[in-house]
Structures are given as C-alpha cells and as structure tokens.
C-alpha cells in the first residue's frame, strides 16, 4: 500500500458542483494533515490544516477519518478558478520526511 | 517580501556540469525541506535540514547530490555530473519548528532545472 495515495483523476465537474476528493494514508500514527493546490507549473499553495476531525472554509470542509485512515476534501459551488491540482500531504509524526501524494486533477467548465 | 526565496527560476546545464539551487526560508522559520518534481509526477520529499544539520536525506540519491544549510546564508541543493534525468522542479519548503502537531510548509516558486 503507498504511503499516502489520491485518486489522480481528471474530474470534470460543470461550476457550481459540489466535488469530493479522498486521501488515503498508511501510517497510523500521523497526527497532522494537509491539502495543497497546485496550479501548473507553479509552487503548491497549503489549502487546509486538518489536526483534529475536520476543518471548514468557506466553500472547503476536509474530514479526517482516523479509524478508516482517510481525510477527504469537498469544495461546493465550484469555480473556474478552482481547476488544479489537489495534493493530500502527510507528515511523519516527529516532522522528519513529508509524503505528498501524487495530486488529484480538477477541471472546472462553464 | 517575506516568502520563501529560491534562486535561480531557472537554470540550464550541460551534462556532466555542476547545478546549485540556493532557498532563503520565510523570516523566523528554521526548517527547510527540498522536494523534486518530474514533468506530470508529484512532488518527492528529498531532505529535510534544520541549521547546520540535516535531519532526514532519505529522499536523496546516494551519488551526486548533496544539501546544506548554513549557520549564515541560504540552504543549497548542489547537483554534482548532471544528467538529463536531474531535469526537474526543485521546490523548497520551509516552516516553524515543529511539534507533535506539523506545521504546514511554505513554498517558494522553484527552480526549473534544464539539462542539455
């Protein structure tokens, strides 16, 4: 099983869609957990912080499920502007290496 | 600007020449990480360094490349003999001293590493 793993996609959801992304992780004892975007050929930007059941921002909620080892990320009311790609990130507990996983893809049309 | 900095945007090599990749961390951060990323891949954890020490380089090829940073000045990623298969993103990261809870990195805008 890889250590953090994401469904690559591409989704193509029409604006206004509610869309919905699962992470999952291997490593138990991770405490902390992130989502990136990243646009094309730029840096990734952080998203969310999810340290305990679940986050919310505006138009984002990340869910974390410790007992299934998965965080999820649903953004309602899609805009253009949120097509890229979404990337789950997992640091080790302690902070030592950072696993990124390989990043699901979001087209979002008119 | 307080972002993380990385020098040059963009740099093109021969093989078999040296590649350095310079990162100045946001103010106040102590940690630093470096993280490659091939064309359509994600992004692969190649070490973590905190001043003076490295703490993680798990991700690191074991030939040819190397890391540091510094008491003074920024971290480098030095990339001995390119190849064309070093052509890549290198991204560093870096962030607060960390605790039992992460704290989130912040990333500079890469270095585009061309290999001719």
């Known amino acids: 099983r890889k250590e953090v793993e994401q469904d690559p996609g591409p989704f193509n959801v029409p604006e206004g869609a509610t869309v919905a992304f699962n992470c999952t992780y291997s490593?138990?004892?991770?405490?902390?957990f992130f989502w990136y975007r990243q646009d094309c050929r730029k840096e990734p930007k952080l998203l969310m912080s999810?340290?305990?059941s679940g986050n919310e921002d505006g138009r984002f909620t990340a869910q974390l499920n410790r007992a299934s080892q998965y965080i999820s990320l649903l953004i309602r009311d899609s805009k253009l502007s949120d097509s890229a790609t979404y990337l789950c990130?997992?640091?080790?507990?302690?902070?030592?290496?950072?696993?990124f996983g390989a990043g699901t893809r979001l087209f979002v049309k008119a | 600007n307080a972002g993380v900095m990385q020098n040059p945007r963009h740099l093109v090599r021969r093989r078999g020449q040296e590649a350095r990749l310079r990162c100045s961390p946001m103010?106040?951060?102590?940690?630093v990480y470096w993280y490659r990323q091939l064309p359509e891949e994600g992004l692969k954890f190649m070490v973590y360094?905190?001043?003076?020490?490295?703490?993680?380089e798990s991700g690191m090829p074991k030939e040819r490349f190397s890391a540091e940073f510094p008491k003074e000045g920024p971290s480098i990623l030095r990339i001995q003999q390119v190849v064309r298969g070093d052509s890549a993103a290198y991204f560093c990261?870096?962030?607060?001293?960390?605790?039992?809870?992460?704290?989130?990195?912040?990333f500079g805008d890469g270095t585009r590493l061309s290999i001719l």
């Open positions: 990261a870096s962030s607060p001293a960390t605790g039992l809870f992460n704290q989130p990195q912040h």
């Open positions: 490593n138990s004892a991770s405490q902390s």
């Open positions: 999810v340290y305990s």
């Open positions: 990130v997992v640091p080790y507990t302690g902070g030592f290496k950072t696993i």
């Open positions: 103010k106040g951060h102590s940690h």
């Open positions: 360094l905190q001043k003076e020490n490295i703490i993680d």
